[in-house]
């Protein structure tokens, strides 16, 4: 079964447009016969492929704020993600890496897109 990312909404926020893209990556990619995405706003509704989606899979959550929205509706969907990733927590390990803004996340948070990918694909994840 392939490996479920899924990133915050985060829309009008920098750092939502960033976990989107880092998503995007590993989605529509070289890994896209090993990853796909699911749509947050599916599990806040019950769907049940979703919900079945999120329990039998490996997941990874990309979130660009503390609230932690993707996280914490993949476990109330009754999903354990297998990595918990925070954007701003990449960022600080690789400050040159800031996105610009969020209809132009430049160069800088393109890159921290891909850090974010390299962090996933690097990760042992055996659930």
């Known amino acids: 079964m392939k490996k479920v990312v899924i990133p915050c ?19 529509d990619s ?9 749509c947050l706003p599916l599990l806040m509704t019950d769907d049940v492929e979703s919900k079945q989606r999120v329990t039998e ?13 993707a996280s914490i509706l993949v476990r109330h969907a009754g999903g354990k993600p297998v990595m918990e990733i925070m954007t701003p927590k990449v960022l600080a390990a690789n400050k040159e890496h800031k ?4 209809l132009n996340i430049g160069d800088g948070g ?5 850090d974010i990918v390299n962090l996933i694909l690097n990760h042992g994840d055996d659930k």
């Open 30 to 38: 070289d890994h896209s016969n090993e990853y796909v995405t699911i």
């Open 9 to 27: 909404s985060g829309i009008g926020k920098a750092f939502g447009a960033v976990a989107r893209e880092a998503t995007y990556l590993l989605t």
């Open 99 to 102: 996105p610009e803004t969020v």
């Open 57 to 69: 899979s490996n997941v990874y959550t990309v979130d660009g704020c503390p609230k932690r929205c």
């Open 110 to 114: 393109q890159l921290l897109a891909t």
